[in-house]
């Protein structure tokens, strides 16, 4: 019932917890893999309450010409490093969504997400901060044309990946399974500041300027 009436300015104003998280989180694998992210760090200040200027795809087309290169086109219906990734967001999709349902929530019911045919917009949503960790487990095979069953079996391993959540070392299953239940508790108390989104994916940081 809490996600039916939830209010507009409630949702975007978590829509633009998630998409600043994000960009943090795409500033942090550029960082970890020795790559240039400077530029990037300008674009989670842009980031206004329902993100309505799209700053998410603005940076993330700067995003993915770092860490890829100016050739590199993002589309799941690719071969190469676009089936790696594809193969580790679905992995990483399955777990957000059990842990939203297991944590009360409707899957389907978005916060920015809208699609009739998608019984996982919510889903969609609260994964976006964690893409980049995909990313990072990816980069390695970036040059690679076949998605073989070692590297499945590698992109497996990423929900084993350690990260930092409520001031805790913990695998990202358990940081994820955290995280869903917070967006429930925030929800319910219709209050978007209850959705603790400041997962840190890697030991180092960096201070927003």
Same mark, same amino acid.
């Given at each position: 019932? +809490?996600?039916?009436?939830?209010?507009?300015?409630?949702? *975007?104003?978590?829509?633009? &917890?998630?998409? @600043?998280?994000?960009?943090? %989180?795409?500033?942090?694998?550029?960082?970890?893999?020795?790559?240039?992210?400077?530029?990037?760090?300008?674009?989670?200040?842009?980031?206004?309450?329902?993100?309505?200027?799209?700053?998410?795809?603005?940076?993330?087309?700067?995003?993915?010409?770092?860490?890829?290169?100016?050739?590199?086109?993002?589309?799941?219906?690719?071969?190469?490093?676009? +089936?790696?990734?594809?193969?580790?967001?679905?992995?990483? *999709?399955?777990?957000?969504? &059990?842990?939203? @349902?297991?944590?009360?929530? %409707?899957?389907?019911?978005?916060?920015?997400?809208?699609?009739?045919?998608?019984?996982?917009?919510?889903?969609?949503?609260?994964?976006?901060?964690?893409?980049?960790?995909?990313?990072?487990?990816?980069?390695?095979?970036?040059?690679?044309?076949?998605?073989?069953?070692?590297?499945?079996?590698?992109?497996?391993?990423?929900?084993?990946?350690?990260?930092?959540?409520?001031?805790?070392?913990?695998?990202?299953?358990?940081?994820?399974?955290?995280?869903?239940?917070?967006?429930?508790?925030?929800?319910?108390?219709?209050?978007?500041?209850?959705?603790?989104?400041?997962?840190?994916?890697?030991?180092?940081?960096?201070?927003?300027?």
């Amino acid at each position: 019932m +809490s996600q039916i009436s939830l209010s507009d300015v409630q949702a *975007r104003r978590l829509w633009q &917890r998630i998409v @600043v998280k994000k960009i943090d %989180n795409q500033c942090l694998c550029l960082k970890e893999l020795d790559l240039e992210f400077s530029a990037l760090r300008e674009f989670p200040k842009r980031v206004d309450s329902g993100d309505p200027t799209n700053v998410e795809a603005q940076a993330a087309r700067l995003y993915w010409n770092k860490l890829f290169g100016p050739e590199f086109r993002r589309d799941s219906d690719f071969d190469g490093i676009n +089936s790696f990734l594809n193969y580790g967001y679905a992995i990483l *999709r399955s777990s957000v969504a &059990r842990y939203a @349902v297991a944590s009360g929530l %409707n899957p389907s019911l978005g916060v920015f997400h809208k699609n009739m045919e998608n019984a996982f917009c919510l889903v969609d949503d609260l994964m976006e901060p964690f893409r980049p960790i995909v990313d990072y487990h990816c980069y390695p095979y970036k040059d690679h044309v076949e998605l073989t069953t070692s590297i499945k079996k590698i992109l497996v391993g990423v929900l084993e990946h350690q990260v930092r959540y409520n001031g805790e070392k913990k695998s990202l299953r358990n940081a994820i399974q955290e995280y869903c239940y917070s967006f429930c508790e925030s929800i319910m108390a219709a209050d978007f500041r209850k959705f603790d989104v400041e997962v840190e994916i890697f030991d180092g940081t960096f201070d927003r300027v």
